[in-house]
């Protein structure tokens, strides 16, 4: 079974930062590429940003310039670096691996204008 544990949400004021973490177990070794996701309230769960184990990334136009996808390989680690946040970014953000369909249980980040 694969495992995804994400922290680091939180309340954040508008311009501020948080980092999430999201440490993954099990049986993760055929998976490649890690990605964030997140759910805005109401909303479908769209893709964030991704990267390959190689270090290639990408984002969503939304959040360009202002998140940084990384990832510690040997910690079977990714983070989220999200700094300039605005009250639009709120959701409940996710890690995963591409492809896969299982989730867990994600970290609510809140950003108050």
């Known amino acids: 079974q694969v495992q995804l544990v994400e922290s ?3 309340l954040v004021q508008a311009g501020g930062s948080l980092r999430l ?4 177990s099990g049986s993760i ?3 490649n590429t890690m990605a964030w996701y997140r759910r805005p309230p109401g909303k479908q769960r769209e893709l964030v940003a991704a990267i390959t184990s190689g270090g ?3 984002y969503a136009d939304s959040v360009k ?3 940084t996808i990384s990832r510690d390989n040997a910690k079977n680690t990714a983070y989220l670096q999200m ?3 605005k009250p639009e970014d709120t959701a409940v953000y996710y890690c995963n691996f591409v492809p ?10 809140t950003v108050s204008s």
């Open 29 to 31: 070794f055929r998976f």
């Open 83 to 85: 700094n300039s946040l």
């Open 21 to 24: 973490v999201c440490t993954a």
């Open 65 to 67: 310039g202002r998140f």
């Open 56 to 58: 290639d990334t990408s």
């Open 8 to 10: 680091g949400g939180g």
């Open 100 to 109: 896969f369909n299982s989730w867990g249980q994600g970290t609510q980040v």
